[in-house]
C-alpha cells in the first residue's frame, strides 16, 4: 500500500479525533428511544390511587372478579383493598378479608376488638399490580409467556405460560397468583381489554368516590397525568428499583 | 473416516434436524422479540390482540340508560348517582338478551358495605352516614324503608 507523508497525517489525525469521542457516541438508538426523542405522541398506562377517598366500600374488587372472570369464591384476586388501623401505642393493624370483596362492615379486625379511641388513624389502601417499568416478573418468565405491550401493560400468554410460579416469587408486591381454572399464572391487565377501546377500567368505573383513576402518562393533558405530575405522590416499595406506574395520594409510611 | 466417528456424527446431525422441525411447527411465526427489549418483549405479538378481544361484563350507566331512562334520571339528582346501577343489579353483560332479568342484590351487606359506621379519623368512611348494623333493625331489608335509587325520598 503507497503511504505519502500527507495520508499518514491524515489518519493519524483521524484516528486522534475518534479516539477522543466518547464512548456514547458510537451508541446505536432503538427505535423506541428514536421515537421518544421525536417527541411522537405514544401511550404509557398509569394508575391513580387517591387513599384519601377510598372508603373501603370493596366494589372495585367485586367488579374486577365478576369482569375479569376470577372464580369468585376462591381467595385470589387481581386487587384488592387493605385496611390500616393504627393505633395510639404505635401498633398497626392490617387486615384484608376476601380481598376487602365485600367490604368493611365490622371495625373487628381478624376478630380483635378496638377501642375507638384508641384508634390515632385510620384508612384504606386498594392495590393492583403496579404494572412497573423494570417488571421483575417479566425478567424471570423462562419462556417468554409473560411480556410488557408497547402501551406499558405487563401481560401473560395463557397460552405459552408453563405454570412454573417464579413470577408470582418475583413479583415483589404480591400481585400474582395462579388462576384456578387455568392453571397459569394471573394479574391485573389494566383491564386491557377495556383500555384498548377508551373505556375505562372496570374497577374505576365501580368506584363512587373516584378514588382511583387510570391515565396516559404520555399526553400532557390527562388530568391522571397533570396530578402525578404537579402534585405529591407516592409509590410502593420504590427502593426495589422496580419503577411502579400506580401512583398514590396520600400514602402513609405505615403502608407497606 | 472411519464408521464409529461418522454414526455418532449423523445421530447429532439428526437430533439437530428433528429440533429445527420440531421448533418450526410448534413456535408461532410471531413468537420473538416484539418490543423494547429480549428483556421485556419475547413473547407471542398475537396474544396481545387475544387479550383486547376479551368481551366486557360491565357496560357501564350509559348504557342502562337507553331502556331505563326514567330510573337512571330519578338516580342522577340523588346523592347515590356516583354509584354505578351494575354495582346493584350486577355486570349487564348479556342482558336483556341473556340473561332477560338482571339479579338485584338486595342485601344489607351491599349497603352496609358504605353504611357500616366506621370510627376512622382521617378517612372519608368516617364522614359517611353509618349505622351500627346490630343496633339498627337488625334482618330486616334497608330498601323497606330507604330507597336506594334516591335515599332522601320515601320509599314509594
Not at chain 1, 384484608?96 to 384508634?119: H, V
Not at chain 2, 445421530?11 to 421448533?23: D, E, G, P, Q
Not at chain 2, 387479550?51 to 337507553?66: A, R, T, V
Request: glycine share 8%; charged share 25%.
Amino acid at each position: 500500500m503507497d503511504c505519502s507523508r500527507r495520508t499518514l497525517l491524515k489518519s493519524a489525525c483521524a484516528a486522534t479525533a475518534a479516539a477522543t469521542l466518547p464512548i456514547s457516541a458510537f451508541r446505536l438508538f432503538s427505535p423506541a428511544e428514536c421515537r421518544a426523542e421525536t417527541g411522537k405522541p405514544g401511550t404509557r398506562w398509569i394508575f391513580l390511587v387517591d387513599t384519601e377517598k377510598c372508603v373501603g366500600c370493596g366494589l372495585c374488587v367485586k367488579a374486577c372478579k365478576l369482569e375479569n372472570e376470577v372464580p369468585y369464591d376462591a381467595p385470589v384476586t387481581r386487587t384488592w383493598v387493605e385496611r390500616y388501623v393504627i393505633t395510639s401505642d404505635g401498633k398497626s393493624h392490617i387486615d384484608s378479608p376476601m380481598g376487602g370483596r365485600d367490604g368493611f362492615t365490622s371495625p373487628k379486625i381478624d376478630g380483635q376488638e378496638i377501642n375507638p379511641k384508641e384508634i390515632t388513624k385510620a384508612f384504606f389502601v386498594p392495590k393492583l399490580c403496579n404494572q412497573c417499568d423494570n417488571p421483575p416478573c417479566v425478567q424471570v418468565c423462562p419462556v417468554g409467556a409473560t411480556y410488557q405491550t408497547s402501551d406499558g401493560v405487563v401481560l401473560v400468554d395463557r397460552k405459552w405460560c408453563i405454570g412454573c410460579g417464579y413470577c408470582i416469587m418475583a413479583c415483589p408486591y404480591g400481585v400474582r397468583f395462579f388462576h384456578p381454572e387455568y392453571k397459569v399464572a394471573e394479574k391485573c391487565t389494566f383491564c386491557y381489554h377495556r383500555i384498548s377501546k377508551g373505556e375505562t377500567t372496570a374497577c374505576v368505573q365501580a368506584c363512587p368516590f373516584e378514588a382511583r383513576k387510570i391515565g396516559n402518562l404520555r399526553d400532557p393533558d390527562d388530568p391522571v397525568t397533570k396530578i402525578v405530575m404537579t402534585q405529591r405522590v407516592g409509590v410502593l416499595k420504590d427502593e426495589y428499583g422496580t419503577k411502579p406506574q400506580v401512583f398514590y395520594l396520600g400514602l402513609d409510611r405505615n403502608v407497606r | 473416516m472411519k464408521n464409529h466417528v461418522l454414526r455418532p456424527l449423523w445421530l447429532v446431525l439428526a437430533a439437530i434436524a428433528l429440533l429445527l422441525a420440531v421448533r418450526y411447527l410448534v413456535v408461532p411465526s410471531d413468537f420473538g422479540v416484539n418490543g423494547r427489549s429480549f428483556t421485556y418483549g419475547f413473547h407471542r405479538l398475537s396474544n396481545v390482540a387475544d387479550w383486547q378481544k376479551f368481551p366486557d361484563k360491565y357496560l357501564g350507566k350509559e348504557y342502562c340508560q337507553d331502556c331505563h331512562e326514567e330510573k337512571v334520571t330519578e338516580n342522577g339528582s340523588s346523592k347515590h348517582r356516583n354509584i354505578q346501577c351494575e354495582n346493584c343489579h350486577g355486570p349487564a353483560y348479556g342482558h336483556p338478551d341473556n340473561p332477560e332479568k338482571l339479579p338485584i342484590d338486595r342485601s344489607r351487606e351491599l349497603c352496609l358495605r358504605c353504611h357500616s359506621q366506621l370510627p376512622y379519623p382521617g378517612s372519608q368512611r368516617g364522614q359517611l352516614k353509618g349505622i351500627d348494623p346490630e343496633r339498627h333493625n337488625p334482618g330486616q331489608p334497608c330498601a323497606e324503608c330507604h330507597n336506594p335509587h334516591h335515599p332522601d325520598q320515601e320509599v314509594g
